[in-house]
């Protein structure tokens, strides 16, 4: 998973990347096959917002939190895209049965 981590008008730590980093392991964890995320950290004012961008195959999920504090916006954002994931790993799964004209009966 390539992880990529920009910061518009702030500086992007080692101590906010490795935070990010330890939040996405629990992303990764429910459905392992994430290509891409693009992760962008914003101040605003009085706000600090975060978005993250996650590619998947076949699709891209793009979830987006505000807070005052830039690790509660980091720990919403994180919740919300691990709804997406969950959400879209159900819609995804097999969900297929055995034909009628192929399942066998048993005759009395």
Request: net charge neutral; glycine share 2%; charged share 25%.
């Amino acid at each position: 998973m390539n992880l990529n981590i920009t910061g518009h008008h702030l500086d992007v730590t080692p101590a906010i990347r490795e935070y990010i980093q330890t939040k996405m392991t629990r992303v990764v964890r429910h459905f392992d096959h994430v290509i891409d995320t693009q992760v962008i950290l914003s101040l605003e004012p009085l706000k600090h917002r975060a978005e993250l961008t996650l590619h998947i195959r076949g699709k891209d999920i793009h979830c987006e939190a505000s807070e005052d504090n830039l690790y509660a916006a980091i720990d919403l954002l994180i919740d919300k895209v691990d709804r997406k994931v969950l959400q879209h790993k159900t819609r995804t799964q097999n969900h297929h049965h055995l034909a009628v004209k192929r399942q066998v009966f048993e005759t009395a």
